[in-house]
């Protein structure tokens, strides 16, 4: 009996085709795009163990400075003073491989700039939105330094006490999303439509 071939890891092309298959599914098909980061993760990870790759699920805290005006940083984090909203907690989750954190969700920063601005009225200018993020952990700044410096700069924090509540309480993957997900993968052209784009081409 011989084991399933396992694909050899190419990393910048496997995570460059990962990312695309994520953001087509949801693009054309998530229900919250801006605050889906559990179910990019999470596929994603399935993905990364079909090519035998071991990742870790992560949670807590994350910043981003998109632009280098003084308004252009995107928080999934608690700042001092910020009032609790009762049955929300702000956070965010990636991946971990060895030394190195995937975040697989900075495409949606123009979007999450977006949906910002309407509820805050203010105006933020997007010049940073990588396709994703795939860095050494020794790479990410202080919350201090992306809030204060230059575009580009991004902070991620672990909170295992975040990260409990939040694995505890998901839903286990839906096997359509990950095969879907997984034949995006295999099929750089392939175009998905789904809720999303019908919603659009009917408005």
């Known amino acids: 009996m011989t ?7 190419d990393k910048n092309n ?8 994520l953001h087509r599914l949801a693009i054309a098909a998530s229900g919250n795009l801006g605050s889906d980061c559990y179910i990019h993760a999470a596929i994603a990870q399935e993905m990364l163990n079909r090519l ?12 981003w ?11 999934h984090a608690p700042l001092p ?14 991946l971990e491989v060895n030394n190195h954190l995937i975040d697989f969700t900075t495409y949606q ?7 910002m601005d309407k509820l805050d009225g203010g105006t933020t200018t997007v010049t940073w939105c990588p396709d994703y993020l795939a860095v050494p952990k020794k790479s990410v700044s202080s919350l201090r330094a992306v809030i204060q410096l230059r575009a580009g700069m991004y902070f991620y924090k672990q909170d295992t006490a975040i ?3 939040i694995l505890s309480a998901a839903r286990p993957l839906d096997d359509d999303d990950v095969n879907t997900a997984w034949l995006l993968y295999q099929n750089q052209e392939l175009c998905v439509f ?9 408005g």
């Open 3 to 9: 084991s399933r071939a396992i694909p050899k890891f």
């Open 14 to 21: 496997d995570l460059r085709r990962i990312s695309s298959a």
């Open 52 to 63: 035998g790759v071991s990742s870790k699920l992560v949670a807590g805290y994350a910043a």
């Open 65 to 75: 400075r998109v632009g280098n005006d003084d308004g252009d940083v995107i928080l």
């Open 81 to 94: 003073n910020m009032p609790s909203q009762p049955g929300s907690v702000a956070y965010h989750m990636w």
């Open 109 to 115: 920063l123009r979007h999450k700039a977006l949906q």
């Open 163 to 165: 990260e409990n509540i």
């Open 194 to 202: 789904g809720p999303n784009n019908m919603y659009h081409d009917a």
